[in-house]
């Protein structure tokens, strides 16, 4: 199975912010790649897709990047909202998801 | 619009069975791959099975396999995760998941149900 890691574990961070979470994959897992936001008692929810197609509804402040084995996601100007946990994903062979990045207010 | 609502959420011995369901409705239950995925309490979201949209092919998550089967019943328009051999570290919440696209196999999960508890305790 392919293993993903996430960096930071946690990040701490301000409304208006621009923060960057890095995905890695212990291979390459080509673009599919995908990004999740789960609250707190939530349902985790689709973001990105295929490393950087944005999913209907999500605000353009999110953004998808990379290949192979190296991925961001990116949140622009940081919404009381974002605050929350994200977890990427690889689907290229089975499915894996990352240990997840806790990101909360500075 | 699309909803997943799972059941069957219970406490169970070590050793114990159990099924949960998924029930599906908003959409064509039958043209999509369905997931049930997995998170421990407090920790982070772990994928355990995988069927094809039509029935054909089911994958696991290593540790699951030869316990867990999953299947979907199209007329009733609802997913199973039928569990056997329950062990401690299979506490979590579960929940079911849509694969974004039809008639495919590939793709990111874009519909979620609530999920359903699962406790394994004696």
């Known amino acids: 199975d392919i293993q993903m890691t996430q960096s930071p574990s946690t990040l701490s961070a301000s409304v208006g912010d621009r923060v960057t979470i890095t995905c890695r994959a212990r291979?390459?897992?080509?673009?599919?790649v995908a990004w999740y936001q789960q609250k707190p008692g939530q349902a985790p929810k689709l973001l990105i897709y295929k490393t950087s197609d944005l999913e209907s509804g999500v605000p353009s402040r999110f953004r998808g990047s990379g290949s192979g084995t190296e991925f961001t996601l990116t949140i622009s100007n940081l919404q009381p909202d974002d605050f929350a946990t994200y977890y990427c994903?690889?689907?290229?062979?089975?499915?894996?998801f990352g240990p997840g990045t806790r990101v909360d207010i500075k | 619009q699309v909803q997943l609502v799972e059941s069957g959420g219970a406490v169970v011995q070590p050793g114990g069975s159990l099924r949960l369901s998924c029930g599906a409705s908003g959409f064509k239950f039958s043209t999509y791959g369905m997931h049930w995925v997995r998170q421990a309490p407090g920790k982070g979201l772990e994928w355990v099975a995988f069927?094809?949209?039509?029935?054909?092919?089911?994958n696991y998550l290593d540790s699951v396999k030869g316990r867990f089967t999953i299947f979907k019943d199209t007329s009733k328009n609802t997913l199973y995760l039928q569990m056997n051999s329950l062990r401690a570290e299979d506490t979590a919440i579960y929940y079911c998941?849509?694969?974004?696209?039809?008639?495919?196999?590939?793709?990111?999960?874009?519909?979620w149900g609530q999920g359903t508890l699962v406790t394994v305790s004696s």
């Open positions: 069927i094809r949209y039509d029935g054909t092919t089911q």
């Open positions: 291979q390459s897992v080509s673009s599919w």
């Open positions: 998941a849509r694969l974004q696209y039809q008639l495919l196999v590939r793709g990111g999960f874009d519909y």
């Open positions: 994903q690889q689907y290229n062979s089975l499915f894996t």
